[in-house]
């Protein structure tokens, strides 16, 4: 979180990623950092999950991660 906000202060596109488990820890940093970044919620676990398993969950984070570099923060 505090790379994110570091690397968007300085005007480098940059989008937070986690699972779904830290949705609301995220958010709560975020307040607490005074930050609004574009943040990604992935499935949860990650911890022993297969080479392929990996794979198939960055794949379907991998188009709105990018249009958050692109875009900004998306309105929910």
Do not use: C, N, W, Y
């Amino acid at each position: 979180m505090h790379d994110t906000l570091d690397l968007e202060a300085r005007g480098v596109p940059a989008v937070f990623v986690a699972t779904t488990e830290f949705i609301d820890a995220a958010r709560g940093q975020a307040r607490a950092l005074g930050g609004d970044p574009v943040a990604v919620f992935v499935e949860h676990p990650i911890q022993d999950r297969s080479d392929e398993e990996v794979v198939a969950i960055a794949d379907r984070a991998f188009e709105e991660i990018v249009a958050g570099l692109v875009k900004g923060p998306v309105e929910a």
